[in-house]
C-alpha cells in the first residue's frame, strides 16, 4: 500500500518497523515536532522521527492539523490508507477521510475497555487479569471506530506498566500487517464497538502517584506498577525527617494491621506499611536526587523506625475506575 504513518512515542517505533520491512510504501511520516529536553534544552526528536530519518522516510512535523493547508498537502499524497499509532494530535475529518481505505489506528487495548490516553496503566491499576491490541477504522470519536482485528495478552502479577507497553507496542506491529494484509484481500470485516462493556482511561498525573495509605493494600501494589517508570509512586516522609518526597520503585503485598500508614521494618530489614486493608511491603526506594536502593539500604541511610506513622497525602487520590 502507499501509505502514511503518524505517530510520536516509542510505542509506535516497532509498528513503523514492521509497515517498512513488509514492503508498504509509507511515503511520510508525520510526527510530533521537536522540543526542548534536558539541561541545555536543545530539541530532541521524537522516537517516530529518529527512527523514519534511519529508514529514509520524509518527515513532517506541523505543530497541530488545523491549517487547510496541511489538510491538503495530505490529501495530495493519494494514499492507500494511513496508519495511526500514538501520535498526539487529534485528526480532523478531512485528514480521517483522505485516504482510500481511511486511518487505520493502533489501540493498547481490547476495545471497547479502556478508550483514552492511559490504556496499560489503568489496565494494571484496576487489576484486569488481560489486555491487548486493537486494530481498528477511525472515525471522529475517542477510540470509537469499528474494530479491525484484536489479540489478547495475559497481565501477570509481575508486570508493570513499562513490560505491558513494549510487548503491545510488539504485538501491535504484528496486527497491524495481518490487518492491512486483511484490507487488502477483502478479507476483514469492520465491526462496530459494542455500548457495553466501555470505559475511559484517564490521562495521568505526576500527583495521582501518590500513596494514599487509607486505600488497600492491593490497590496500591497495582498503582505502584501501573505507573513504573512514569509517572511513578511516592510517598511524604515524615516532617522531622524533612519530608521529602520519596519514590517506591517496586512494592509487594504483607500482611499487617494498625493505623493506615503505620511503618514497621521486618526481620529482613524491609519495612511494611500498614494500609486500609492488609499491609504494603516497601522493595525498592530513592530520594529526590539520589539512587534507587533496596529499601533494607535505604532505611541504613535514611532513619524510619517501626511505628513510624506516615502521613496520607494532602492530595486525596482517585478512585479506581469502574466500568460505565
Not at 48 to 60: D, K, M, Q
Not at 107 to 118: E, I, T
Not at 293 to 312: E, H, Y
Request: hydrophobic share 40%; with cysteine.
Amino acid at each position: 500500500m502507499k501509505m502514511a504513518f503518524l505517530g510520536t512515542s516509542a510505542f509506535a517505533v516497532p509498528a513503523l518497523k514492521a509497515l517498512a520491512e513488509a514492503g508498504h510504501d509509507v511515503v511520510a511520516v508525520y510526527t510530533r515536532a521537536p522540543k526542548p529536553a534536558g539541561r541545555g534544552q536543545q530539541e530532541r526528536r521524537t522516537p517516530v522521527h529518529e527512527t523514519a530519518l534511519a529508514l529514509g522516510l520524509a518527515v513532517h512535523s506541523p505543530r497541530n492539523l488545523k491549517s487547510e493547508v496541511d489538510a491538503q498537502a495530505f490529501k495530495a499524497l493519494d494514499l492507500d490508507a494511513a496508519v495511526v499509532v500514538s501520535y498526539g494530535h487529534i485528526l480532523p475529518k478531512n485528514f480521517l477521510d483522505a485516504p482510500v481505505l481511511g486511518c487505520i489506528n493502533i489501540h493498547g487495548s481490547l476495545l471497547p475497555r479502556w478508550r483514552g490516553a492511559a490504556p496499560i496503566h489503568r489496565a494494571i491499576l484496576s487489576g484486569d487479569r488481560e489486555t491487548g491490541v486493537t486494530t481498528m477504522r477511525m472515525d471522529e470519536g475517542l477510540d470509537t471506530g469499528p474494530m479491525l482485528l484484536a489479540e489478547s495478552t495475559p497481565i501477570s502479577a509481575a508486570d508493570t506498566a513499562e513490560t505491558v507497553h513494549d510487548r503491545l507496542a510488539e504485538l501491535g506491529a504484528r496486527l497491524i500487517v495481518s490487518t492491512l494484509d486483511g484490507l487488502m484481500r477483502n478479507t476483514i470485516e469492520p465491526v462496530p464497538q459494542p455500548e457495553e462493556g466501555v470505559t475511559y482511561a484517564h490521562k495521568l498525573g505526576k500527583e495521582e502517584g501518590a500513596l494514599d495509605w487509607r486505600r488497600p493494600a492491593a490497590e496500591l501494589e497495582r498503582k505502584v506498577r501501573a505507573f513504573h517508570p512514569w509517572p511513578g509512586t511516592w510517598f511524604e516522609g515524615p516532617k522531622e525527617n524533612g519530608g521529602e518526597r520519596i519514590k517506591v520503585l517496586a512494592a509487594g503485598l504483607a500482611l499487617a494491621g494498625g493505623t493506615p500508614g503505620t511503618l514497621v521494618v521486618g526481620r529482613d530489614g524491609f519495612p511494611v506499611v500498614a494500609c486500609g486493608i492488609g499491609g504494603l511491603k516497601l522493595l525498592q526506594l530513592q530520594r529526590p536526587g539520589r539512587s534507587a536502593q533496596p529499601a533494607d539500604a535505604f532505611l541504613r541511610g535514611f532513619a524510619l523506625a517501626s511505628g513510624t506513622v506516615l502521613p496520607p497525602p494532602a492530595i486525596a487520590s482517585l478512585p479506581p475506575s469502574r466500568p460505565g
